[in-house]
Antibody
Framework: EVQLVQSGAEVKKPGESLKISCKGSGYTFTKNWIGWVRQMPGKGLEWMGIIYPGDSDTRYSPSFQGQVTFSADKSISTAYLQWSSLKASDTAMYYC????????????WGQGTMVAVSS | DIQMTQSPSSLSASVGDRVTITCRASQSISSYLNWYQQKPGKAPKLLIYAASSLQSGVPSRFSGSGSGTDFTLTINSLQPEDFATYYCQQSYIYPRTFGQGTKLEIK
């Protein structure tokens, strides 16, 4: 079964760092881009950017450039989203999703990781 | 960035109804338009890609059309499980922006 499994919910304080993960299985992880999507509480979907695990090439949305960092470890089929200094406004659900070239869309989604930032 | 605008933002309908949701792009995106369904507490699910291609496993009551800047998602004979929020997304250029969503509620 093709799936993406994300790490568990996090509760952090402003200024702390954080790295969440997205592990792929059931397909060749290095052959498809992995995207990250933010959903703030009660709001819509925001495209943050994508990473190609094969060579770690990245594309960031201008809205998120410099605010987050994407990385990947292809040896363990895992993509990461990290923050160096969290803000309260980073409180949201974060989804990873596989970009499937044939459809040019996100066809497989992780279950989401809830990040809560509060003092 | 390309702006994606959905209308309506919400609508009420009954089981068995036919509903149409519209998505407009701020510039031409050819047929690079996807539709997703999201239920409360769940990850989004791909329904339609390339404006009109049905994703594998998605019921045929869902259909998509359009090209250029104007697109529609149509759901024929609404089923109880179709009440959810629907998002369009352009896959033409980066960033691959989403519409703001359309919440489909039971009348």
């Amino acid at each position: 079964e093709v799936q993406l499994v994300q790490s568990g919910a996090e509760v952090k304080k402003p200024g702390e760092s954080l790295k969440i993960s997205c592990k792929g299985s059931g397909y060749t992880f290095t052959k498809n881009w992995i995207g990250w999507v933010r959903q703030m509480p009660g709001k819509g979907l925001e495209w943050m950017g994508i990473i190609y695990p094969g060579d770690s090439d990245t594309r960031y949305s201008p809205s998120f450039q410099g605010q987050v960092t994407f990385s990947a470890d292809k040896s363990i089929s895992t993509a990461y989203l990290q923050w160096s200094s969290l803000k309260a406004s980073d409180t949201a659900m974060y989804y990873c999703a596989r970009h499937w070239d044939a459809s040019n869309a996100f066809d497989i989604w992780g279950q989401g990781t809830m990040v809560a930032v509060s003092s | 960035d390309i702006q994606m605008t959905q209308s309506p933002s919400s609508l009420s309908a009954s089981v068995g109804d036919r509903v149409t949701i519209t998505c407009r792009a701020s510039q031409s995106i050819s047929s690079y338009l996807n539709w997703y369904q999201q239920k409360p507490g769940k990850a989004p699910k791909l329904l339609i890609y390339a404006a009109s291609s049905l994703q594998s496993g998605v019921p045929s009551r869902f259909s998509g059309s359009g090209s250029g800047t104007d697109f529609t998602l149509t759901i024929n004979s609404l089923q109880p499980e179709d009440f959810a929020t629907y998002y369009c997304q352009q896959s033409y250029i980066y960033p691959r922006t989403f519409g703001q969503g359309t919440k489909l509620e039971i009348k």
